[in-house]
């Protein structure tokens, strides 16, 4: 490890006893302390013929917060030295979690990007034999933005309509049931939603029904506490003297709601549907037991027959485990991340471009 | 124990607004020095960079001396945490810290310089510290209570007794009383006149009669104009600056509140 | 059940400017009474369709590891080991994030340049972002082979201790993998409650901290850890309550087996989600309404952990 580059200067006086300052670590330590670490990690490693990134940032970060703790202790005493150490900690634990992010998007966009092409993205997989060098994945986007589409017809409506209630209406006792059944109805896992769509199905159409519309259904109860929880928030951010100033106008109830309350926080409710939709875009296991996992061709039929999606497309490429399955599964990862990320985007863009001046 | 501040030619900036501007002046030790002014003057804010509170604030910073008795709190390499644990602080809110008891509030900040103080020390260092803030004999008997279930002056009064605990040599009030009813004001207000035997007390207030009562000298701060940076209009003894200001701003700030 | 026409309670209108206040708010009362609803029939059919299979289980459902259901008649089948694997893999997931999410909101508070702290912030928004079938393809493609040599060193190195004994997994699918995969879609679940809470910490205290001589981190222990306490615990049971239920990370990593194993470096264990997803496909005579009990288990874990959570949390509030 590195020993010599750094040696903390100054002279080892103790704290004096009236003395506001002691002896510290120069300002500089951090900076030049961190470099010549990563540079001598990195030397040894080299020579040792070992060099792996990942590696190589462990054995920086535990060289640096061994010498700096060290150091710190003898020049500037325990209280600093465990400020130090817990500085280290937190700026780690940062960057560990973004070393995932950054991971999962650099593989993804590197194994995802070869097969990412237009072809990949106007065909389907009809006709095409697994280890097929062919294919793409046109059926399962016609399918996530049909079951998309319908979650977001059902539960836009029951969402921000619940929200106008709690909001407007309830008072209390059911106010209260309301607000704690939609918070536990956020913790549903994605799976027992698929679950609750095949019993409904069986009760209603016997077993064997697998359609695109029981796939929305699933979503949908995923989304709508999403939707009322967002919502509820923008909605408690509409000044109360705006929806006074109508009812003073004699503007009944409803009309005030949907005429000036709903509008003013227009902006809000788009940013959280959309954060929503980003959200319920990517599931898997619901659609798996729903929507089915096996379709191959284009399907636009949410009330007959199996339909593909983008997460189930992955899903069911990793499955069959070959080379190409994978190309074609981190291909089709790279679609689904970037629709997931234009929508995260564009609801933030819309959130910031239309946020009302006062709720800053 | 209490220690001189000299403080020469100190402006105070947030960001590029320069609030405080040019302060000059000496706080006596075992003295209550009273600052007063309109709200908004800086008074509030020049206190806190005597014991670098300021810094707390994103963007605020100093320029300037400011000596205890011969050491610069700004100098090269002053910590801080070193200086705070000199110059204490006592706030306008009481603010005892309410996951613990009275005895871990008061005790808390000692620990943190000396962290294998024995049972019997700690012990001592409570019932001092609380003896000193008047106010053993009313919580004696629950010191593992928290401190959240005093009244504000109780609480005001232990957040005093969590300062001196740290033996500063330096005590800054920042309008200490200014939550309280008057029997509690009366009650730190006397608690004040016994601290100035050990410490150098610096305390805002807005409540003239009190600056009047307590303190031996005073300074009295201004804006320049709207807009314009606070500065240190006067400052003297109390009874001086109260009877005779020598400037015509201070005489009129002090006649239009006291009628 | 499915779209918009909410049940309209309309009670006879009392004024004839009336009807659209009746019918609208009649409409909004509808979509709340219709959510209570729906969670009601969640259950319902969940319990329904459960039934047959549990009515005709000769083993006992609760403490059986085996799975055989997929048969006509007399099935066989309970969810022990897959409730102690859904547990423990959630566990670690809760072990591994909460510290370093905790890490991350003070860094995001306390630490970071307050210019950048916002843009930080948002990077961690993004990781919840990405759907759980992208993690559970990195977690096979890339993490999972990444970690075998470590599982290697730590079977050469901690075997002593049970939960490492080796020989380590040569594919990397464990346990463990999946476990630190849901960690990290975990994370910003926890970091997200604990950022709130540490952002409420008043000022008054920490200054009060900071004003007896107190460094950043004796600040942040004597003031802001015991005030934001309540909000990391109940942060960390939503994340619990969020691993406890995840399925594509689990089912895609790790290579199970239905038996109770303390093993974390070699492969085996199952979750009941990740048992769902892959069995449903090929369930036949009572296996779906096996599998629909084996969710319903699922479903009351999850639900009395985040209704825990949901409690810690408020009574919290309450008290700052």
New interface residues.
Partial sequence: MSTTTTQPPGPETGPTEAALRHASLPRYFPTALLASCAAVVAGVLLAFSSFGAILWALLTAASYVVITVTASARVEGGRKATDRFVTSLVYGCFLLAIAPLVSVLWTVLRNGFDRFDGYFLSVSMNGVLPSMDAGGVYHAIVGTLAITGMATLISVPIGVMTAVYLVEYARGRIKRVITFFVDVMTGIPSIVAGLFVVALWMVLFGPGHTNGAAGAISLAVLMIPVVVRSSEEMLRLVPRDLREASYALGVPRWRTITRVVLPTSAAGLTTGIMLAIARVIGETAPLILTAGSSAVSINWNLFDGQMMSLPVFIYSQVRMGGAVNYERAWAAALTLILTVMLLFFLARMIGRAFAPKSAR | MAKRIDVSGLHVYYGDFLAVEDVSMTIEPRSVTAFIGSSGCGKSTFLRTL?R?HE?T?GAYARGKVL??D?D?Y?????P??????V??V?Q?A??????SIYDNVI??AK??NRRMSRSEADDLVEESLRGANLWEEVKDRLHKPGSGLSGGQQQRL?IA??TA?KPSVLLMDEPCSALDPISTLAIEDLIHQLKEDYTIVIVTHNMQQAARVSDRTAFFNLAGPGKPGRLIEMGETNQMFTRPEKKETENYITGRFG | MTTTDAPQAAPPPTGRRRIGDTVFAGLARGSGLLILLILAGVAAFLIIQAWPSLAANTANFLTTQEWDANVRENPAFGVAALAFGTVLAAAIALLLATPVAVGIALFIVYYAPRRVAAVLGYLVDLLAAIPSVVYGLWGIGFLAPQLVPVFRGMTEYLGWIPLFSGPASTSGRTILTASVVLAVMILPIITAMSRDVFRQVPQGHREAALAMGATRWEMIRLAVLPFGRSGVVGGAMLGLGRALGETMAVAMILSPSLAISFDLLRSGNQTIAAHIALQYPEATGYGVSALIAAGLVLFAITLAVNMGARYIVARGSKEA
């Fill in positions: 014991n509170m707390v994103p205890l008795d050491l709190i100098g090269p390499d002053v910590d945490v070193l200086v705070r644990s000199e204490g602080m706030f809110k603010n005892p810290f309410p996951t613990m808390a900040g943190l310089n957040c969590r300062a740290v």
